[in-house]
């Protein structure tokens, strides 16, 4: 069984394998040159993989900008590490040379932007009047106070020169965004603070999230483009792998074995401990009415936080697997 559970884990990896899935996707190099973009912890290996099936003779430049210890050897692109998740100097600066230089771009040109989980505090360039440390400061606290990621997405975006759209809005070229979700409803303006997406959220939105965990903004705010906006006709975002897929690449695997699984979908969100019990009883309930036969295996997707205000060293896996590990002992006992 070991070794089938590894497989299914492997095939789920591979239906998001950017060195895999990503090359389909490329468009033709346009007229002019081609800059990338790339951020999440995943934009070094999207990185490399358009660059080993870019053309060798058509122009290729671009900076990528991942999690410390996730950079990987490129050769026409440059890679920054830099904080997650909490942002810092390195991804700032890194932000703002991006910024500049999409902004050099010319309607001949190419933007081609490659955007996984983690872009929102990678890319983080604060807006005009906006203290990098207060804004370090204010991402703290949410993460401590248990926002979800929307919620800290909603406020990123209005304190933000580059989310929220506005990395697309500075460039007169055309924009194409491939994207690796890793939020539920695999929504483009919710992955990475959406950089190329239009964004239905407000500036009143921000501040209601701020008020609801009784924390400082740590500078002005400002209005991110909308949908709707002319700027958007150059702009497609396009969604190239979701968890649900990965689920159903896991799940095929013990269907090949005459083995019927249960998908318990990728929408599953909440306080990690929360989510691990639940998903504890659902695999008890699943071996009913027959307990001594074996459970169908299980498979989902999580957007879950570990609770910090007693032990912040603690991970989301940990506490999803100590909670389910409680639960199975239970049953045993």
Known sequence: MRALLEESFRAAVAAADPLHILPPHLPAPPRGRTFVAAAGKAAASMALAVERHWPHDAPLEGLAITRYGHGLPTQRMRVIEAGHPVPDAAGEAGAREMLQRVRALGPDDLLLVLVSGGGS????????????????????????????????????????????????????????????????GDDPTHI?????????????????????????????????????????????????????RSLEAAAAVFDAKGIAPVILGDGITGEAREVAKDMATRARSARQPCPRSPAPPLAGNCAIAPTTRRRPRSTRSAHRTGATRILSDRRAA
């Open 121 to 184: 505090s990678l890319l983080s360039l604060p807006a005009e009047g906006v203290p990098m440390p207060g804004l370090k400061a204010m991402t703290r606290e949410l993460l401590r106070c248990g926002a979800d990621i929307r919620e800290i997405n909603t406020v990123r975006k209005h304190l933000s020169a580059i989310q929220g759209g506005r990395l697309a809005a500075a460039c007169r070229a055309p924009v194409l965004a491939l994207i690796v979700s890793d939020v539920t």
């Open 192 to 244: 990475a603070s959406g950089p190329c997406a239009p964004d239905p959220s407000t500036i009143p939105d921000a501040q209601a999230v701020l008020r609801k965990y009784g924390i400082a903004a740590p500078g002005p705010f400002s209005e991110t483009p909308k949908p709707g906006d002319a700027l958007f006709a150059r702009v497609e975002n396009r969604v190239i792998a979701t968890a649900r």
